[in-house]
């Protein structure tokens, strides 16, 4: 496929919100596609090059985008300057500087492929070490030469990573259920594949090379992440059980990081919540791995909590951010060594587990899992009585955790790849009549602050995320919490992520100064939910034509850059919660407000 025919379709998709819309427009381009090319275009329709695991970004920076240019349309750098200034995005810039250029210098040019910007995309994105910079360059100036001022408005956004189509995996399943015929017969197959290969360019390749069957036939794979199954939420004790049908297996809920490992005899690999390999960040996890998982093969889950070597005490969530630091590894394993709780397995030996009910799978967790004081299974005491519930709750906050998770333990407890349901129910601490529980919100937009706060984003507009529709919906505006350093890298993270126009997958009525797309997840803390005209969570549940709101938001410090924005708290939660603080005001069960 020509490059020319990608970009004209990105135009299209650039022009609407509507995701109905959108999804129509990717069935055409996947209908005109080759199944490598679906691929490299879903893959670069994301803004990506290759799944996340895989750990190669495009991001090229922009100063070395602007040289290719130059270097091109021979403008100077105070024309780019300005030019940039006026437009605000360097796709624009570099469309405008080549159609000044184009009537001379291309005369007969062999027009540029989607294959062609694709490998030479994952040349720029490879080269490292001495010379990089300089290879770069040249490997962009050479692409650059061959492109229309169209096409040269893409390939800059795609190799500086500041392509935003709005389109999202989400969007790729619904389009390549489409590609299928129907979307509502053949989304389930096409959700497994994803959920347990995180890679939507195979799933769409897929789909073209094979149809369903192909779809279906995607079986687990060591080294290739399984999207993590979550948990809902609910605020007492009885209602978790109801909802579990009276008997659940209560887990302590550790305050750490999500690790999937995986295992293929002497090979260990650790894959974060966001399926991203990090498994840099845990040498020694890799070293009690390779001597504790008593299987060959497995695909096991925990979470990893920091420990104060001293007294083995559990330690806040971010002391594991320090692993994070590619030079401060080897420093963070001595100074906040790990402690992993096990709480899932995935595969073992041969045996694929995801269908297989909780007990199941938590006894095979207990075969392969060869404890110590520090490496084992999670607390777990399985409960049929909410007041047995509530102490055990106790008990894990007194450990230092954050609450339990309950989870279903009947014949239908499968694991649920990439889903949140009431399989695995949270429990956080008690609500009595303040929310004193934290939520995880998307930014998605951003409102200049004044006063002292001028030259930075005063306040945030925050989101709920909607997994029915695939949307973000505004729930406050938060502008307390900020020290001074959150309001410096703040402002680095939004200037990263503005978009002209409301992204296709936010849904406000409040028009904030930026709009933000949504990527940015942020731990809140608020007095209370209460019923509002202005945001759009959980709209018309409580009232007709109104939302929910959270009040007097705060930031809690905690950036949740181990979340995704679709792994956010979700508008039912809320709901959820509003309802709760309403039962904490009703004297007795079923009086009426
Ligand atoms: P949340 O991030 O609030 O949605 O809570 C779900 C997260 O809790 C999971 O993704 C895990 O990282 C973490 N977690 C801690 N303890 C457990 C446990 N016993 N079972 C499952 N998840 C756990």
Redesign the pocket.
């Known amino acids: 496929m020509e490059f020319r025919k990608l970009a004209e379709y990105y135009d299209r998709l650039e022009a609407t919100t509507k995701r109905l819309e959108m999804r129509e427009i990717l069935v055409q381009l996947l209908g005109e596609a080759t199944p490598d090319e679906a691929q490299r275009i879903a893959m670069l329709s994301l803004g990506k090059l290759y799944p996340p695991y895989v750990g190669i970004e495009l991001g090229m920076a922009e100063k070395l985008a602007i040289r290719a240019l130059r270097s091109v349309t021979g403008a100077s750098e105070a024309e780019v300057e300005k030019l940039l200034a006026k437009k605000g995005d360097l796709g624009l810039v570099a469309e405008e500087l080549l159609s000044k250029r184009k009537a001379q210098t291309i005369l007969f040019q062999e027009p540029l492929t989607v294959d062609q910007v694709y490998t030479t995309f994952e040349r720029i994105a490879r080269e490292t070490g001495e010379g990089a910079m300089e290879n770069k360059v040249k490997l962009l100036t050479g692409l650059l030469a061959k492109a229309e001022p169209k096409e040269a408005k893409y390939i800059v956004r795609l190799v500086t990573g500041t392509m935003r189509l709005g389109v999202a995996d989400m969007t790729f399943i619904d389009a390549a259920s489409a590609v299928l015929g129907d979307i509502s017969s053949f989304r389930e197959d096409i959700e497994r594949a994803y959920n347990i290969t995180s890679d939507i360019g195979l799933v769409v390749k897929l789909v073209k090379v094979g149809g369903v069957e192909a779809v279906r036939g995607v079986r687990l794979r060591i080294g290739m992440p399984v999207r ?4 809902e ?1 609910l605020t007492s004790a009885k209602d978790i059980l109801d909802k579990l049908g009276g008997k659940g297996l209560a ?8 690790l999937q490992i995986h295992k293929d005899g002497s090979r260990i690999m650790i894959f974060s ?1 966001r399926q991203e390999n990090i498994t840099h960040q845990f040498p020694d996890v890799v070293k009690k791995c390779g001597q504790r998982l008593s299987a060959d093969q497995a695909i096991v ?1 925990c ?1 990893a909590v920091a420990m104060d070597p001293d007294t083995g005490s559990m330690l806040p969530f971010q002391e594991l951010m320090h692993r994070r630091r590619k030079y401060e590894v080897e420093k963070a394993v001595e100074l906040y060594p790990v402690g992993l ?1 096990f ?2 397995a995935i595969y073992v030996d041969g045996e694929d587990l995801m269908n297989r009910p909780l007990p199941e799978r938590r006894s095979w967790l207990k075969e392969v899992v060869v404890s110590d004081e520090t490496f084992g299974l ?1 607390v ?1 005491k399985l409960v049929e009585d909410p007041s047995d519930l509530d102490s055990f709750m106790q008990r894990a906050v007194e450990d230092g ?2 609450g ?2 309950v ?1 279903d333990v009947s014949p239908k407890s499968v694991y649920r790849a990439g889903a ?1 349901g009431w399989l ?1 129910i ?1 429990y ?1 601490r008690s609500y009595v009549s303040k929310l004193t529980d934290t939520v ?1 919100l998307v930014v998605i937009g951003a409102f200049h602050g004044k006063g002292k706060r001028s030259g930075w984003y005063g306040t945030l507009l925050m989101s709920a995320y909607d997994p029915r529709s695939d949307t973000f919906k505004s729930v406050c505006k938060v502008g307390t919490g900020f020290k001074e350093e959150d309001l410096k890298r703040l402002k680095a993270m939004i200037e990263e992520r503005v978009v002209r126009e409301r992204p296709a997958r936010v849904d406000s009525l409040m028009q904030p100064d930026v709009w933000v797309r949504p990527d940015i997840v942020l731990e809140i803390v608020g007095d209370e939910i209460t019923v509002s005209p202005i945001h759009t969570c959980g709209w018309g549940t409580i009232q007709p034509n109104a939302g929910l709101a959270i009040r007097f938001p705060r930031f809690t410090g905690r950036y949740r850059s ?2 995704g924005p679709e ?1 956010a ?1 979700t508008v039912d939660e809320i709901v959820e919660m509003y309802r709760s603080q309403l039962k904490s005001i009703v004297p007795e069960e079923g009086e009426a407000l």
């Open positions: 993590p199954m979550l948990a939420r887990e302590y809920k550790y305050d750490g990081e999500r919540r889950e979470e709780f709480f899932d999670t777990a955790c954050e339990v998770i989870k949140r695995w949270k956080k995880d181990d979340k792994d708290t």
